[in-house]
């Protein structure tokens, strides 16, 4: 990998998501050699994937250069390598660009969409996982809509502006949010020759309620935001397989659709060598213990989605969101000066700064841990937090103009088929560009 030998002690990171990018900030001054690996050479703010695939922002305002993050630290080291085994035996990590030996190891792989075995659903349902997908996504949105107007046959027009989304969690209520929007305020203009009113967002829901993981308020709010959308809520309702026509569920209900959205289900992104069952845990997550460390190894960590941490508080681990991976890279990187310093590790303690999602404009849903409220409030503060988060002044800059222009023109000009996608393909595509 032509890193050169150092007298610090190497850090690998693998992954430059939201834990693996504050661990390396934590420790870039610090008297560590630190590697970051990535299989992709940006940070993807994935909160945002959902308005890339409806065309409210460009995918470049929603990634970021991973090198940039980093600029200027002489300790600092970053390869574009897919990491394909972790030998702990001998301290060696094997990847499609080579070898590397690590005195730590640092797992944050994040998470992927889990089908749970569903072939049918993974093969013709979409994804919305990284930024190649959520460009087939858009591609796909807008095709449909395209091949409508081509069409004389009702049936197969209704099907091809029929959407189906699965999982009433922040994804999946964001997503249908947006395509209500772009149903009332875009296709009309964009398609006056064809009767969008027919155009169907389905959004199904395997439990009683929306956003299961927020308050009760949050939950109703949102679902009465999305009515008032024109959103069909289907809950209790759970979608048991897909043939890229048909999505039959576990009632009677079956639903015509061109396009399925799976949001669904996430699972760790394993690794071999990592793949014992000592370690693992639901979803495939790596058990770990409050120092981070993977539990029977003492030199491998893990953070973010990829980690477990069971604590009373939390006894199937944090939630799979940015906030803990963020906590938890900037405790471990403390931890780790620590370690090298010959001193004791401090126990990680996640503290909860509330979770919010949006419906779509003057409309978002916000449980702080003292206050929840909903509204207009809530969807300035959503853009804030977001805003606040998402990696560099431009990408701030570009996504506050584009929301400003959206806001007032009631317009998302990036609904551009630049790649077009073939629902046939879908699978291999997929799998090219994730890997
Ligand atoms: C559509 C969507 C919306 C979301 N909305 C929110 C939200 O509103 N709020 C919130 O808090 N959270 C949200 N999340 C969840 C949040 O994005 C994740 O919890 C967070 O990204 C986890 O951070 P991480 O560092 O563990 O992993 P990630 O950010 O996923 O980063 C993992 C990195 O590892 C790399 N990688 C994986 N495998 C390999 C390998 N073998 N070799 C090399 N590199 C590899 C990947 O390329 C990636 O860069 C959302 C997620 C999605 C998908």
Request: charged letters at 25%; one cysteine or more.
């Amino acid at each position: 990998m032509n890193i050169p030998q150092s007298s610090y002690p190497r850090v690998v990171i693998i992954g430059g998501g939201f834990g693996g990018i504050a661990l390396a900030k934590k420790l870039s001054q610090k008297e560590a050699q630190v590697v970051l690996l990535d299989k992709h050479n940006y940070h993807n703010f994935q909160p945002l994937l959902y308005q890339v695939s409806t065309g409210g922002l460009e995918p470049d305002s929603i990634a970021y250069p991973i090198r940039k993050v980093l600029q200027g630290y002489p300790n600092f080291f970053f390869r574009l390598a897919q990491v394909q085994e972790v030998k702990t035996d001998t301290k060696r990590i094997k990847t499609n660009i080579g070898e590397i030996f690590y005195d730590y190891l640092v797992v944050a792989t994040g998470s992927e969409t889990n089908f749970f075995g569903n072939k049918g659903i993974q093969s013709m349902g979409m994804a919305m996982k990284t930024i190649p997908q959520s460009l087939n996504l858009r591609s796909l949105i807008l095709e449909n809509f395209e091949q409508a107007l081509l069409t004389d046959d009702l049936h197969e027009r209704d099907a091809l502006m029929n959407f189906v989304i699965v999982g009433g969690g922040p994804t999946g209520v964001e997503l249908a949010g947006a395509l209500a929007e772009i149903k009332k305020g875009i296709l009309p203009k964009d398609y006056p020759d064809l009767d969008t009113r027919r155009a169907q967002i389905n959004l199904v829901q395997g439990s009683d309620r929306l956003l299961p993981a927020m308050s009760e308020v949050a939950s109703r709010k949102a679902e009465k935001f999305l009515e008032e959308l024109g959103v069909n809520v289907w809950k209790n309702i759970r979608v048991t397989d897909y043939d890229g026509k048909k999505v039959s569920t576990n009632t009677k209900t079956i639903f015509e659709a061109e396009t399925l959205v799976w949001a669904a289900g996430v699972q760790a992104v394993g690794l071999k060598g990592l793949d014992a069952e000592t370690f693992l845990c639901r979803g495939n997550r790596l058990r770990v213990n409050e120092f981070h460390q993977i539990v029977g190894l003492e030199d491998v960590f893990a953070i973010g989605d990829v980690a477990q941490m069971e604590t009373e508080e939390f006894p199937h681990g944090h939630p799979m969101m940015a906030q803990p991976a963020i906590q938890q890279g900037r405790n471990l990187g403390d931890n780790l000066v620590r370690a090298i310093e010959g001193k004791p590790m401090k126990p990680f303690v996640y503290k909860d700064k509330g979770s919010m999602a949006t419906v779509g404009r003057n409309k978002a849903v916000v449980d702080l841990p003292k206050f929840k409220f909903q509204g207009v409030f809530a969807w300035f503060v959503w853009m804030f937090v977001h805003l606040y988060f998402l990696i560099g002044f431009r990408n701030r800059v570009v996504v506050f103009i584009n929301w400003v222009y959206n806001y007032i023109r009631f317009d998302r000009e990036a609904r551009l088929i630049i790649r077009p996608f073939k629902k046939q393909n879908r699978v291999e595509r997929d799998t090219l560009m994730q890997d």
